[in-house]
């Protein structure tokens, strides 16, 4: 019997349980229904998804938020798109080329490097 990561679905406690395939498990906390949670232990590299964790991983921050510290802990696709929504981030579409930032406002920049030039010489 294989080992999995379960999680309550009222209480939200977290625990690991050997059982069968297909087993309903109940939380040892409330005696709710758990529910079976889709983890990557160690990142296997040779799993098809390997290259996107790998990726991913060493772009997230690992002193981050909530968001953060649970990708890093199970790196799911969904733990993936809610980190990249509490970053506010999101995919590059097919042939979208990375945008350039916004030029500095030079007017702005002018005044105040004018501003500081005659505080300094009065």
Not at 91 to 113: L, T
Request: hydrophobic content about 30%.
């Amino acid at each position: 019997m294989p080992l999995y990561e379960m999680k309550c679905l009222f209480c939200g406690y977290e625990f690991e349980t050997i059982a069968n395939i297909g087993q309903i498990v109940n939380c040892p906390e409330c005696d709710f229904q758990c529910k079976r949670l889709i983890s990557i232990h160690g990142m296997n590299l040779a799993k098809q998804d390997a290259e996107w964790i790998r990726s991913v991983r060493e772009v997230v921050d690992k002193e981050g938020g909530p968001a953060a510290q649970e990708f890093l802990k199970r790196p799911t696709r969904d733990n993936l798109h809610a980190w990249m929504k509490a970053e506010g981030v999101r995919h590059m579409e097919p042939g979208e080329k990375p945008g350039k930032p916004d030029p500095p406002n030079m007017d702005k920049i002018e005044k105040e490097v004018w501003e500081k030039h005659q505080s300094r010489t009065r």
